[in-house]
């Protein structure tokens, strides 16, 4: 497996058609444009994962009162299983930690397996069960808590 050497930056306005190009490719449920903007606009963490200067992931997170939370993290399709997304966990835990987190939090469907895997292997631990907290095709699906203690 070729190892990708990321760069990152904040995620500006003029990023969301690329971000939602990713976003509607890897979610039946994508964020919309209008969720990405007011991110932006009230100021949590929006930020890019870039190879060169290629866009190959998005993430926000949110960091108060000591706790972080990813909102939300995608890697566009043709860049999933090499890596990129546990190497942007470990640049969100940084950033997390820089702002005095002790703890990171985040939700994924049960059915993902592959995040739920990324997630184990950098270090996040399951601690409970959110009912009927995603949009499913039948319905609603749970969506398991994860989280990493980061102090």
């Given at each position: 497996?070729?190892v ?41 963490d ?9 866009i ?21 399709e ?18 997390a ?23 184990h ?20 699906e ?10």
């Amino acid at each position: 497996m070729k190892v990708i050497k990321l760069s990152y930056r904040r995620m500006e306005i003029d990023d969301i058609d690329t971000v939602m190009q990713v976003e509607t490719k890897v979610y039946t449920y994508p964020w919309t444009e209008r969720i990405f903007k007011d991110c932006i606009r009230v100021g949590y963490d929006c930020w890019l994962a870039l190879d060169d200067d290629y866009i190959v992931a998005h993430a926000v997170i949110s960091v108060a009162a000591g706790e972080s939370h990813i909102l939300n993290i995608s890697v566009a399709e043709n860049y999933q299983g090499h890596g990129i997304g546990k190497q942007f966990i470990e640049f969100l835990v940084d950033i997390a930690r820089n702002k005095k987190a002790s703890m990171i939090l985040l939700e994924v469907r049960q059915s993902n397996m592959a995040a739920i895997s990324c997630y184990h292997a950098t270090g996040f631990n399951e601690i409970g069960c959110r009912k009927d907290y995603y949009p499913a095709e039948n319905g609603r699906e749970d969506a398991l808590l994860f989280a990493r203690e980061i102090g």
